[in-house]
């Protein structure tokens, strides 16, 4: 609809309209030009001040999502954390939103990573970005408003309860006997959970509820850092000093905690020659950039999709635009729903040739940098 009001004004404009409206039209497709002349340099301090706090969250959170969503080798999931933010800061138009692998993603992209060879998870990225691009182009962006938000709502909770009861295994390092592993399904792997509850690892469950009740603690400190600023009597240099430690201990709290067990583990490791039988820890991951991929679309491949074909591109755009609009309306701007499809297209299309699954943006990291901001 949008598409062709824009083709019928441009068919009615005389010379000189034309081609006004065709400049502007370049113009919105990359929102880049207009903002980067106005770029300050205090801008640019509190943006690399953001980076860094979401750059140190980002690197434990992938390693996470792509063990939801299926992967062995948890490097999928840094290789879907980085390529996103660059292709969105040419194309996007929220500037609070931050672009890579999400849970909710990951729970979609893990049916695909059961059934299917790891190449169909890259076909999946670049037919996700293809489908959301061409939507963008054609302005479909506004029949966001036409989905119901007691299913978004629903299916986000559903997600959510998913993905904690899978993490219990790993909270309490249970590791059944006899080569056995505990299902993903919802209901077998919390029957198993707690069948093979009595294999749990005695280290696991103290370093697992020492980093929730680190992150808790932190949590509320965060919540009351906020409460001590008093008009009537203004901190001296060192109370401003410990506030502003205090506050960003609190705010960057996932990396602290990934920080101080990480140290606890290596620590651990160094004076126990068998830490891998008292701790359960990542394996080693493969260092260096990506190996650029062609993602071999077949009609087979996209037969074997099925519905995740249409699924994914449709979650992950209500799942970005949501977060840009609420963070929009905080802050005082707008976001162009056609445009944000454009952007998230276009990240998936170019993450696909570097080994990506599906990005979106994420609300726990978007919330740092514009809290920061």
Not at 8 to 27: G, H, M, N, Q, T
Not at 75 to 89: E, I, N, P, T
Not at 305 to 323: H, K, N, R, T, Y
Request: net charge positive; aromatic share 10%.
């Amino acid at each position: 609809m949008g598409i062709i009001l824009d083709c019928i004004a441009f068919a009615r404009a005389d010379r000189a309209e034309r081609k006004s409206l065709f400049a502007e039209y370049w113009r919105d497709r990359f929102p880049i030009v207009k903002w980067l002349p106005k770029y300050s340099g205090k801008k640019l301090v509190s943006d690399i001040i953001a980076g860094l706090t979401v750059g140190l969250m980002v690197v434990p959170q992938s390693l996470a999502y792509a063990k939801i969503a299926g992967f062995e080798d948890l490097k999928y999931g840094l290789y879907a954390s980085f390529m996103g933010c660059f292709v969105y800061s040419v194309f996007g138009t929220s500037k609070d939103i931050s672009l890579g692998p999400t849970a909710i993603m990951s729970q979609i992209v893990v049916e695909a990573r059961r059934k299917h060879p790891i190449s169909y998870v890259f076909v999946m990225t670049l037919t996700c970005g293809i489908i959301q691009f061409l939507l963008g182009i054609l302005k479909l962006g506004m029949f966001v408003n036409l989905i119901s938000l007691p299913v978004v709502s629903g299916f986000t909770s559903a997600a959510a309860i998913t993905i904690a009861t899978g993490q219990i295994k790993h909270l309490l390092g249970i590791q059944p006997p006899g080569g056995k592993s505990i299902p993903r399904n919802f209901l077998p792997c919390i029957e198993d959970s707690f069948k093979y509850i009595k294999y749990s690892h005695v280290w696991d469950i103290v370093m697992g509820f020492s980093c929730v009740l680190l992150v808790l603690g932190l949590k509320f400190l965060k919540s009351h850092t906020q409460k001590w600023d008093d008009p009537d009597s203004p901190p001296n240099k060192k109370q401003l000093v410990a506030r502003k430690f205090l506050w960003a201990l609190s705010t960057g709290r996932n990396a602290v905690v990934v920080l101080v067990a990480g140290l606890i583990a290596y620590a651990l490791c160094c004076a126990t020659p068998n830490c891998w039988s008292q701790l359960k820890l990542v394996e080693n991951i493969d260092g260096g950039l990506p190996t650029a991929i062609v993602p071999n679309i077949t009609l087979t491949t996209l037969q074997d999709l099925d519905a995740s074909l249409f699924v994914i591109p449709m979650m992950g755009f209500l799942e970005a635009i949501s977060i840009a609009q609420a963070f929009a309306r905080e802050n005082g701007y707008r976001v162009d729903a056609s445009q944000e499809l454009i952007a998230i297209g276009a990240s998936n299309i170019i993450a696909s040739f570097i080994q990506s699954y599906p990005v979106t943006g994420s609300f726990s990291r978007q919330v740092l940098p514009t809290k920061r901001a």
